[in-house]
């Protein structure tokens, strides 16, 4: 199956026919949603950093800081205890499909 551009999800209608009759099922098939952000910093504020998605076709976004705290959202603001250079992993989802990406910041 494939997927319309830009689109998320789509259901298809399977129908089958045996000696015994015919039958249907529905089945909802899920796009692999992108993985990419930026970061930003905050003007005044070294430590803390604005981090945006840049990925299509995420429902739900998940974000671990690499500091030992994590947040959800398309966009997060996030204070980072020190300096330093920290592995920030972006997971998106959709539905049951998921994706990653990690950048250095």
Same mark, same amino acid.
């Given at each position: 199956v494939t997927l319309?551009?830009?689109s998320?999800?789509? +259901?298809?209608? %399977? =129908?089958? !026919?045996? $000696? /015994?009759?015919?039958a249907s099922a529905s089945v909802t098939v899920f796009a692999v949603p992108g993985a990419s952000f930026r970061a930003e910093p905050i003007p005044g504020n070294?430590? +803390?950093?604005? %981090? =945006?998605? !840049?990925? $299509? /076709?995420?429902?739900?976004?998940?974000?671990?800081?690499?500091?030992?705290?994590?947040?959800?959202g398309e966009s997060v603001t996030h204070t980072f205890p020190k300096k330093g250079r920290y592995a920030v992993l972006l997971t998106t989802h959709n539905g049951p499909c998921r994706n990653q990406a990690r950048e250095t910041i």
């Open positions: 319309p551009a830009g998320a999800q789509k +259901t298809i209608l %399977l =129908t089958y !026919t045996t $000696a /015994g009759g015919t070294p430590l +803390t950093m604005r %981090l =945006t998605s !840049t990925a $299509a /076709g995420a429902q739900r976004w998940e974000w671990n800081f690499d500091d030992g705290e994590t947040g959800t």
